[in-house]
């Protein structure tokens, strides 16, 4: 899975214009609604240690919050 950050950031975004995040009514580029996000996201991660899931499973929650955090950058004009 070696990829460079420009090859990752290129995906999410590839991602979020096709699904028109920009537009208001699909609330992608709205941040309090990514935080919210986020914060959804950190929980799952947190409840992986605490539940003692499997490494794959946390490997899924923190790719998540990866990718959040990509889109974020894209949300608000920052590569």
Excluded: P, W
């Excluded at 794959?56 to 955090?69: G, T």
């Amino acid at each position: 899975m070696s990829q460079t950050f420009t090859q990752m950031f290129e995906k999410v975004k590839k991602f979020h214009d096709k699904h028109d995040f920009a537009d208001e009514k699909n609330n992608g580029h709205d941040m309090s609604y990514r935080i919210l996000l986020t914060i959804e996201e950190l929980g799952e991660l947190a409840e992986c240690f605490t539940k003692g899931k499997s490494k794959n499973e946390k490997a899924e929650e923190l790719a998540d919050l990866l990718i959040l955090i990509i889109g974020h950058s894209i949300a608000i004009d920052i590569d």
